[in-house]
């Protein structure tokens, strides 16, 4: 099975960066997706941003220019740089996998794309 850890999360004042980590156990080694998706209390989760095994990235228009999606392949870990936080970044912060890649990039922030998720992290911008 795969699991799913985020770390990284936490009280952060406006204007500020933090990086959140998420460790993969068990995952897959070939032809994945992994992505990045924040939900606020009373809103729906939303994409932020996803990579896949081919390198491709696909990062959410809301915080494009201040959040950046990398992965370590020898942690097995993705990590989601935020800079310049906002008050609205707010929120649990959740790390998903995907057993596939789907053909089009744009596709990479379908939350349908994501069969494993996290437990998530809290983010809280002041």
């Known amino acids: 099975d795969v699991q799913l850890v985020e770390s990284g999360g936490g009280s952060v004042q406006a204007g500020g960066s933090l990086r959140l980590s998420c460790v993969v156990s068990?995952?897959?080694?070939?032809?994945?997706?992994m992505g990045w998706f924040r939900q606020v209390p009373g809103n729906e989760r939303e994409p932020l941003a996803s990579?896949?095994?081919?390198?491709?990235?696909s990062v959410a228009d809301s915080v494009k220019g201040r959040f950046t999606i990398s992965q370590d392949g020898a942690k097995n870990t993705l990590y989601l740089i935020m800079n310049n936080l906002k008050a609205e970044d707010t929120g649990i912060y959740y790390c998903?996998?995907?057993?596939?890649?789907?053909?089009?990039?744009?596709?990479?922030?379908?939350?349908?794309?994501?069969?494993?998720w996290g437990q998530g992290t809290q983010v809280t911008v002041s």
């Open positions: 998903a996998a995907g057993r596939f890649t789907p053909p089009h990039a744009r596709q990479l922030l379908l939350e349908t794309e994501y069969d494993d």
């Open positions: 990579i896949d095994s081919d390198g491709r990235t």
């Open positions: 068990g995952g897959y080694t070939s032809n994945y997706c």
